[in-house]
């Protein structure tokens, strides 16, 4: 019988972490799961405890790396093998609640045409594993986290279910990318049509590594794909620069983002983009009130913290700057009133 | 013992002798010991610095028999040296007056401090003198160390150096043409570097010549770039990425197509250099965050090449 759910988790010098990542999985309420567990050529003892679990549970299939791929190729080497209609992803240094296959198998019945969702989560520090409280709107509906997808990171990669399938059809993930490949499949299924959402519960416990790999490039990349999908959107090319001022609406505080770029014609542009992006967006007819009514709130949140930037920009034409900020001012306002 | 050992080689410059001999005698810091090495000019060269040896008896001149090249010249001229500092100096400049003065103080009150150098002015095509720094090098240690890895952040002819940490390293290679950046990427193993904000030599070079002759050099930029990247990370690295990377920092990279592959492991061989240079010492822990954002930006223009 060939299992309705298969787990994808892959793993790189891990032995601390993959232990209890895979007994998370293997004390789900919802047993009728095959667990594929790539070893991406760990030099540790990752490979040791992984067929340790393998030789008790026979759920487990361990494949092994022999050389290290890359969690994008790892990923696509179980995508291959694996044989249910759902891939349930699964990073090896985080925790499943026993309950997240049970609900998440639910939600598919419940909503069968939704191809791709996650769930919510609660952090915990990589290192000390104390917790921490972070703060992160999760939206769960199909339209709002297309909107999010625009601008920022709509799901934990590493709660995410999708349909085989679709993956598949997506050509999996972009093996050349050594971070922000999941956002990359997103954008594909995006693309593709996909349906979205989100379960409100948290159904894993993630771990914040406090000194992450490869920062610079996540950063950077994350950015220049979020660029280029409000690109698709909106059909005008974004200069880097204009980008990098929207991209810093994700953060309510401080943001390195480099005097230089702020400049005046940079916020105008930068709030240009989000208002063109949301009245692309809200043309959508489909849309319940409810799912409009947060993009718009969301929307707004951003516009003003694009629009805040202007106090920290030396200006000498302080008639541009007026008409500039009086006239978003109104458009924030009228938007606000309606909304 | 002498404070400073200047060293000087020269090859056919006699036309710009007198300036640059008289811009060094002049200085305000007068305990130095001046070497001129005479790589075999075939100009009357030998003969105007034998008499400006009898006139002041700092001055020693060393005479090459056959042309040897700047780094064999400077190598002998080191032989000889007595001094606590090595200043450079180039034929063709003119050094300003309070040039050693200054840096001199700086040196003996940054004992961590081993090589320092100045801002420069250019002399124009025509001999005339610009007031505009020629170029705005990097003040701080941290910064020089990682421009290191495609540019040359200090300029030569203005540099003064703690002579014992010269010694240490053997001196200069003859391995790559641009002896000064091959010093620069071995010396940061040794020692930090600064440069003063001030301006202290006039350069003779004009910009469009400067240009012309950058481009021309870039290849040897990048041999030099990466033998420092291996010797950072101590493992081969593939010179496609050195070349990527320079050829990103000159603004030529969009001349050239490159596979996203190329531009992810670039990108990433910085961030792991920085990483290392953290670990092994070679990055002063105060400042991090002007490399960091340095990186920053580095791995925008790479990955903004991504089509």
Not at chain 1, 43 to 49: A, Y
Not at chain 1, 257 to 283: G, H, M, P, R
Request: with cysteine; net charge negative; charged share 20%.
């Amino acid at each position: 019988m060939t299992p309705q759910i298969s787990i994808i988790t892959t793993t790189f010098n891990d032995a601390r972490h993959i232990g209890e990542a895979i007994e998370s999985i293997l004390s789900q309420s919802f047993e009728d799961f095959e667990y594929i567990i790539v070893n991406d050529n760990s030099q540790d003892e990752t490979k040791d405890i992984i067929n340790k679990y393998a030789r008790t549970d026979r759920r487990i299939i361990p494949l092994s790396n022999e050389r290290n791929l890359g969690r994008a190729a790892s990923r696509n080497r179980a995508l291959q093998i694996s044989q249910s209609e759902w891939i349930a992803i699964f990073d090896g240094d985080d925790i499943s609640d026993p309950l997240r296959l049970e609900k998440q198998s639910a939600f598919i019945n419940e909503y069968p045409n939704v191809d791709y969702f996650g769930s919510d989560c609660c952090y915990e520090n990589k290192v000390t594993l104390d917790p921490i409280s972070k703060e992160f709107i999760l939206h769960t509906s199909h339209e709002t986290i297309s909107w999010e997808l625009y601008w920022n990171y709509p799901f934990h990669h590493s709660s995410t279910m999708g349909r085989k399938k679709i993956l598949i059809e997506a050509g999996g993930y972009p093996e050349t990318y050594p971070v922000c490949e999941d956002i990359y499949l997103w954008m594909q299924l995006a693309k593709m049509g996909a349906r979205f959402a989100n379960i409100p519960e948290k159904l894993i416990k993630y771990r914040v590594n406090p000194a992450p790999n490869h920062y610079a490039l996540n950063q950077i990349l994350a950015q220049k794909l979020h660029c280029q999908h409000v690109e698709y959107l909106i059909g005008e090319k974004i200069p880097p620069d204009v980008f990098e001022i929207i991209w810093s609406t994700n953060y309510s505080e401080s943001f390195p983002t480099d005097k230089y770029i702020l400049s005046i014609n940079n916020i105008f542009d930068a709030s240009q983009i989000l208002v063109k992006s949301f009245e692309k967006i809200s043309s959508n007819i489909n849309m319940t009130r409810n799912e409009r009514e947060k993009i718009q709130t969301n929307f707004l949140l951003r516009l003003r913290r694009v629009l805040n930037l202007i106090s920290t920009v030396n200006c000498d034409d302080g008639v541009k700057y007026q008409s500039i900020y009086s006239g978003y001012l109104n458009t924030y306002n009228t938007l606000h009133i309606e909304g | 013992m002498t404070a400073i050992s200047v060293l000087m080689p020269t090859y056919n410059q006699l036309e710009y002798l007198t300036e640059s001999v008289n811009s060094v005698l002049n200085q305000t810091f007068s305990d130095f010991e001046f070497i001129i090495i005479d790589d075999c000019s075939t100009d009357k060269t030998i003969e105007y610095l034998e008499r400006c040896a009898k006139l002041d008896k700092r001055i020693r001149v060393l005479s090459n028999n056959i042309n040897l090249g700047v780094s064999n010249s400077l190598n002998l001229g080191l032989s000889i040296a007595t001094g606590k500092y090595i200043a450079r100096m180039d034929a063709d400049d003119i050094s300003f007056i309070n040039r050693f003065e200054y840096q001199i103080n700086y040196l003996n009150t940054h004992p961590g401090c081993g090589v320092l150098g100045t801002e420069t002015c250019f002399i124009n095509l025509d001999g005339s003198k610009s007031d505009q720094p020629a170029w705005i090098k990097p003040i701080e240690h941290n910064v020089i160390v990682w421009n290191l890895l495609y540019s040359t952040p200090l300029c030569h002819p203005t540099t003064m150096i703690r002579h014992d940490i010269l010694k240490n390293i053997g001196g200069y290679t003859t391995t790559h043409p641009n002896e000064d950046m091959d010093l620069w990427t071995r010396l940061a193993f040794h020692t930090s570097f600064n440069n003063l904000e001030n301006t202290l030599l006039y350069y003779r070079m004009p910009h469009d010549v400067h240009r012309k002759k950058l481009e021309a050099w870039i290849p040897h930029i990048q041999n030099v770039s990466h033998s420092y990247v291996e010797r950072i990370l101590e493992k081969n690295v593939d010179f496609k990425l050195i070349q990527l990377i320079i050829d990103t920092n000159f603004g030529l990279s969009a001349k050239r197509s490159y596979e996203a592959k190329d531009l992810f492991q670039a990108s990433l061989l910085l961030e792991e250099v920085y990483e290392k240079m953290k670990l092994i010492g070679m990055l002063e822990k105060k400042n991090l965050s002007q490399v960091e954002k340095i990186l920053y930006k580095q791995t925008q223009l790479i990955v903004s090449l991504m089509s």
